[in-house]
């Protein structure tokens, strides 16, 4: 009986991730373009150096380029790889604020 549930639940939680995949992707490329926004308006406002700019968007053709990569090895991305890529834009998102608000300007 506890193995039939063990089954079941592992059963829908396969189905559960493989519905939620597409948007999933679509987030991260949302996301991505979000952050690129972020940046623009960063550099607009006077809130990034030269400097900060330009490791930022180097952050993020890294992120990019991986995206790019995974993408080309097979069909979409595997959880691995969107979970890889989510960290990737997380530590990226962090990095923008911290440039935005560390009192340096242009």
């Known amino acids: 009986m506890r193995i039939h549930k063990l089954f079941t639940a592992a059963l829908l ?4 991730l493989g519905l939620a995949a ?7 490329n949302q996301r991505q373009g979000h952050q690129q926004g972020r940046i623009y308006h960063g550099v ?15 952050e993020q053709g890294r ?7 995974s993408r080309a090895d097979g069909p979409g991305l595997t959880g ?10 997380d530590r990226a998102s962090r990095d923008i604020y911290r440039q935005r608000h560390d009192g340096q300007g242009r």
């Open 13 to 16: 939680g396969a189905a559960a």
């Open 22 to 28: 597409a948007p999933a992707e679509a987030r991260i």
């Open 44 to 58: 607009q406002d006077g809130q990034l150096t030269a400097r900060e700019t330009f490791r930022l968007e180097r």
């Open 63 to 69: 992120i990019a380029r991986y995206e790019a990569r």
């Open 80 to 89: 691995r790889e969107r979970y890889r890529l989510e960290r990737m834009q």
